[in-house]
Nanobody, 122 residues
Framework: QVQLVESGGGLVQAGGSLRLSCAGS????????VGWFRQVPGKEREFVAV????????HYGYSVKGRFTISRDNAANTVYLQMNGLQPEDTAVYYC???????????????WGQGTRVTVSS
């Protein structure tokens, strides 16, 4: 069993930065791909970024590519999402999830965190 806890959300002005953390528990965390997704009420969950189990492969959603960076520290059982150049449209609840492969869609993720809210003011 793996538990995920997100942190690092908050209120930031447009153009600012935040770093989200996804802390995982359990010995299998380092064997799982971890993805970040975000959701705004009334809208579909949006893929943000994913990283494979050893950190050698990453993928990004079109709207965040070039601004966000995903990384992981398996010794610390933590995945990070560095968000730079934040814009009001980045406002959402951000969730991390874990899956057996970085190629899987969110419906196939086995574990999810509770989410952390990011608000970007204009």
């Amino acid at each position: 069993q793996v538990q995920l806890v997100e942190s690092g959300g908050g209120l930031v002005q447009a153009g600012g930065s935040l770093r989200l953390s996804c802390a995982g528990s359990g010995r299998t965390f380092s064997s799982l791909a971890v993805g970040w997704f975000r959701q705004v009420p009334g809208k579909e969950r949006e893929f943000v970024a994913v990283i494979n189990k050893d950190g050698s492969t990453t993928h990004y959603g079109y709207s965040v590519k070039g601004r966000f960076t995903i990384s992981r520290d398996n010794a610390a059982n933590t995945v990070y999402l560095q968000m730079n150049g934040l814009q009001p449209e980045d406002t959402a609840v951000y969730y991390c999830g874990a899956a057996t492969s970085e190629l899987l869609g969110p419906d196939y993720y086995d574990y999810w965190g509770q989410g952390t809210r990011v608000t970007v003011s204009s």
